[in-house]
């Protein structure tokens, strides 16, 4: 696929999704998944006389964001695990992201957590649901050279 310069886009038919287990399918449309770091992961500072330092952070929070069409099977189980996640605070899981046929892993966090429920509006067509997680990544858990993934119908 080609590269847009904002990340890497890849086909959602040769992907495979899950959390906590549990698999994701019937995504949206368009950009259906988004997965982007928070934060830099250098900051710099400039002294009185011009000197510039700069510091490495510990930045290993992105934030995944994920559109699915309302009869999703995993819309309900996604519901459940985040009502549960407030009741019980143990909502923390692992959400894996795989290409199918490279059989490469894109994206995977041992710690991710649904951060709301998605907002519910009532058109007349079935609305798609966006899914936000925060997820703690180790650098080597996301695809070389992705510092923000797309994946788009």
Known sequence: MANTGTGRNYDIHKIAMAY????ITELGEGDVLKAA????D?????????????SRMPNSIWVVSL????GSPAVPVLMNLHRVDLIS?????VLVIKDVLAAGQIFISEQAW???YPEQPFPI????LEFEFECVVRPESVSAGAAQVILAT
């Open 20 to 23: 906590k287990a549990f698999p």
């Open 37 to 40: 770091p928070v934060g830099k």
């Open 42 to 54: 250098w900051v710099s500072k400039q002294g009185t006389h011009g000197a510039v330092i700069r």
């Open 67 to 70: 559109k699915l069409m309302y």
């Open 89 to 93: 605070g143990q909502g923390a899981g």
């Open 114 to 116: 649904m951060v709301a």
């Open 125 to 128: 067509e079935a609305p798609e």
